[in-house]
């Protein structure tokens, strides 16, 4: 059964990076049937894209934070990571992966990690 | 890109039946599939409708989903509602390989 666990600190301070990393069990993220998103929801608001990788590597990002991520696949075939660079306290979020079995939507879901930016 | 527009909450009775709509703000609605996520506290998302009106297996066909080209917006239906019903909905779609959610629907089953 496919299950997706993020990992990563949850108090990063303002203005560093925010490293998260996503473990997949039950399946292989190197299969090119797939893609592979984070996804952010801040406290008590809605869902945020944050972007995309095949299984390539080649990634889509939100253009809101194209210039702040990077999106990449660890040579395990059984995690992948997200990094946020120069962070504020607008991007305290739990922080999703998921599973999507084409670009556009989600399919399987991680339970989510909070992350708070706070010095 | 466009947005997806939400009422902020809606309620309904046991039994009863509710509509969530998703209005799109520019291009057509059927341009792009519209997926439907349930959110109950403290829980991620799942997928109820994806593909505008595809159910995953194992969400009741109590819950459909359908579009509307004249009033360019989304809707996900579900009747006989149940108090688990009760969560959050969110709506999404794409376009030029960018993820688009709308604000999200609080149901309220009383």
């Given at each position: 059964q496919l299950q997706l666990q993020e990992s990563g600190p949850g108090l990063v301070k303002p203005s560093e990076t925010l490293s998260l990393t996503c473990?997949?069990?039950?399946?292989?993220?190197?299969?090119?049937?797939?893609?592979?998103?984070?996804?952010?929801?801040?406290p008590g608001k809605g869902l945020e894209w944050i972007g995309s990788m095949y299984y390539s590597g080649h990634t889509y990002y939100n253009p809101s934070l194209d210039?702040?991520?990077?999106?990449?696949?660890?040579?395990?075939?059984?995690?992948?990571?997200?990094?946020?660079?120069?962070v504020t306290a607008a991007d305290t979020a739990v922080y999703y992966c998921a599973r999507t079995p084409n670009f556009f939507r989600g399919e399987y879901w991680g339970q989510g990690t909070l992350v708070t930016v706070s010095s | 890109n466009?947005?997806?527009?939400?009422?902020?909450?809606?309620?309904?009775?046991?039994?009863?039946?509710?509509?969530?709509?998703?209005?799109?703000?520019?291009?057509s609605i059927a341009s792009n599939y519209v997926q439907w996520y349930q959110q109950r506290p403290g829980s991620a998302p799942t997928t109820v409708i994806y593909e505008d009106n595809q159910r995953p297996s194992g969400v009741p066909d109590r819950f459909s989903g359908s579009i509307d080209s004249a009033s360019n917006s989304a809707s996900l239906t579900v009747s006989g509602l149940k108090t688990e019903d009760e969560a959050d909905y969110y709506c999404q779609s794409y376009e030029n390989n960018v993820w688009v959610f709308g604000g999200g629907t609080k149901l309220t089953v009383l």
């Amino acid at each position: 059964q496919l299950q997706l666990q993020e990992s990563g600190p949850g108090l990063v301070k303002p203005s560093e990076t925010l490293s998260l990393t996503c473990t997949v069990s039950g399946d292989s993220i190197r299969r090119r049937t797939y893609y592979w998103a984070w996804i952010r929801q801040p406290p008590g608001k809605g869902l945020e894209w944050i972007g995309s990788m095949y299984y390539s590597g080649h990634t889509y990002y939100n253009p809101s934070l194209d210039s702040r991520v990077t999106m990449s696949l660890d040579m395990s075939e059984t995690q992948f990571s997200l990094k946020l660079s120069s962070v504020t306290a607008a991007d305290t979020a739990v922080y999703y992966c998921a599973r999507t079995p084409n670009f556009f939507r989600g399919e399987y879901w991680g339970q989510g990690t909070l992350v708070t930016v706070s010095s | 890109n466009f947005m997806l527009t939400q009422p902020h909450s809606v309620s309904e009775s046991p039994g009863k039946t509710v509509t969530i709509s998703c209005t799109r703000s520019s291009g057509s609605i059927a341009s792009n599939y519209v997926q439907w996520y349930q959110q109950r506290p403290g829980s991620a998302p799942t997928t109820v409708i994806y593909e505008d009106n595809q159910r995953p297996s194992g969400v009741p066909d109590r819950f459909s989903g359908s579009i509307d080209s004249a009033s360019n917006s989304a809707s996900l239906t579900v009747s006989g509602l149940k108090t688990e019903d009760e969560a959050d909905y969110y709506c999404q779609s794409y376009e030029n390989n960018v993820w688009v959610f709308g604000g999200g629907t609080k149901l309220t089953v009383l």
